[in-house]
């Protein structure tokens, strides 16, 4: 049991979109909303991401922000996407990059993002991916153990490929390690 399982086309889209902007000239940042579902198995919480979204943002090699018309693009494609759905995939969290090719650790600037609204919330999944050095980490904000809040913890996760419509069906006979290149440390 993990706490994310990230579906594996998901995954590969959101890296490949991160590759895509990181090798511009100049690199850019890539920027997105995660969308998933939150479930629970056997007691057990856990994330499954289902989709990805972005729209227009302000990005250079350190930097990526949605403007206001990509914040309205992103919830104009999801609504094209899933119409009135029921089972029209939530947002969960944030996925961006940092295009270094190195090992990439939040700033302080993402960290204030993700403690506020509207992301700052339990269960809330980040991803930090350096498409160069091909990392591929995977936060979530959990309760702290000791006083009231919230803390970013990192995760393990696995990708899955779905082999029955998705629903409330149990992960483990779906869950598949990543044996892909895009992977976790
Ligand atoms: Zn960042």
Known sequence: MYPVYVYRRTCKQIFDFCLQEAKRKPPRE?????????????????????????????????????????ILEYRLAL????????????????WHSHPFGGDPHFSSTDLRTFFNTPFCAEGNVFFLI????????????????????????RVDWCTYQPSVPLGDAPPIEDQLHDEEPVEDE
């Open 79 to 94: 609504h094209d996407r899933y119409g009135a759905n029921p089972h029209t995939p939530r947002v969960v969290g944030l």
């Open 130 to 153: 350096d498409p160069l050095s091909r990392i591929f980490k995977v936060y979530m904000l959990r309760p702290r153990l000791e006083e009231p809040g919230l803390q970013l913890e």
């Open 30 to 70: 890539a920027l997105g909303v995660i969308l998933g579902f939150r479930r629970s198995w056997q007691g057990e919480n856990y994330i499954r991401v289902t989709d990805w979204a972005t729209g227009r943002v302000e990005a250079s090699i350190a930097y990526a922000r949605f403007t206001p018309e990509g």
